[in-house]
């Protein structure tokens, strides 16, 4: 319980730095810090993504530590989207995709060097948690790639159709719910499909990697899906700023 207080609290305060930010101060600071928010969730997924846990969401499952991230940089990809456009959140996934090719590199760099005497026993867990292998790390660069481009065109191209709309009605909640649970949804199952083959594909047999992709598929949206009422308060409270579809 005790994870899902402090899950739900970190999505309200990033949604309310966020709206802060981007209503005060739009051309700014608004789109940078929604930047740095969706690169600082990303590079905190890769490193927590190999501690697997138990959660409890309806039922108990044991999934990698970075699921309990998806919806906030679901959320932060859609709230540069909404303001800023997809071509700026096309930029976005850019500067994430560099800084985790810098962060696996400075990895693989330090696993060259010898640990320190004391550590030496302590060397293997460490590798364990920080050196995948270069199959995985590629299958994960190409997956988040043509996932989150995916994800930012769809949702610039529902929220460019909706848009005048939601304008004309004043019925914002209808075509926020719209996108961001669309594009939740098919970045995820995206991910998933693209990834798992492309890692594990000759490695794990066939019978075991669809269920894999099946499952992994539907828990990572529904987890996702979950963001959607912040992502809608974030909607209300900008309706007033300026737009670039």
Known sequence: MQVWIVWALGLTIATAVGTALVRRSRDRYGLPALVSMYIAYLMTANVIASRVSEFHIVIAMFLPGGVITYPFV?????????????????????????????????????????????????????????????????????????????????????????????????????????????????????????????????VVPTEVLIPMMLYGSLTKALITALDTPWFIAFRLLTRDVKRDL
Do not use: C, H
Not at 156 to 162: H, M, Q, S, V, W
């Open 74 to 202: 679901a959320q932060a990809i859609d709230m540069i989207n909404e303001i800023y456009g997809r071509r700026s959140a096309y930029v976005a996934i850019l500067l994430a995709l560099t800084a985790n090719v810098i962060l696996t590199l400075f990895v693989l760099m330090l696993a060259t060097v010898p640990p320190a005497p004391w550590l030496t026993d302590l060397d293997e867990a460490w590798r364990f948690f920080f050196f995948q292998t270069p199959r995985i790390i590629i299958a994960s660069y190409i997956a988040f790639l043509v996932a989150e481009l995916l994800d930012a065109t769809v949702f610039g191209e529902i929220k460019r159709r909706l848009y005048r709309y939601e304008v004309t009605t004043r019925n914002v909640v209808a075509g926020a719910l719209a996108r961001s649970m669309t594009t939740d949804v098919v970045n995820m199952v995206v991910d998933t499909v693209v990834f798992y083959p492309l890692a594990f594909y000759g």
